[in-house]
Nanobody
């Protein structure tokens, strides 16, 4: 079973930055894909960034150029650097892990995710 623990959420004004971190632990071998999904109140959870164990990355169009996902394979951690944050980025951010495939839809829907960390961006 996989355990994912997020940290780094908080409140920031528009234009500000935050960095989210996620650590993975568990009996299964390291995920082939990890990423972040966010859920705003009243909306479905959506994948915003994913990274393959091989290093390939994919981003939601709305965050491309502002968010950067990275990983430290030795430490089984993945991070999300978020710059130029906007109020629309507000939501609960979940770290997620997938085996065998990768994609933002998989990151959004997998049950292998953490408890989430809140990000609030004020205008």
């Amino acid at each position: 079973q996989a355990q994912l623990l997020e940290s780094g959420g908080g409140s920031v004004q528009a234009g500000g930055s935050l960095t989210l971190s996620c650590s993975y632990s568990g009996d299964r071998k390291r995920p082939t894909c990890m990423g972040w999904a966010r859920q705003a109140p009243g909306q479905e959870r959506a994948g915003v960034a994913a990274i393959l164990a091989s290093g390939g990355r994919v981003y939601l169009a709305d965050v491309e150029g502002r968010f950067t996902i990275s990983q430290d394979a030795a430490k089984d951690t993945v991070s999300l650097q978020m710059n130029s944050l906007q109020p629309d980025d507000t939501g609960m951010y979940y770290c997620a892990a997938v085996w065998g495939a990768c994609g933002l839809d998989l990151i959004a829907t997998t049950e292998n995710r953490g408890q989430g960390t809140q990000v609030t961006v004020s205008s």
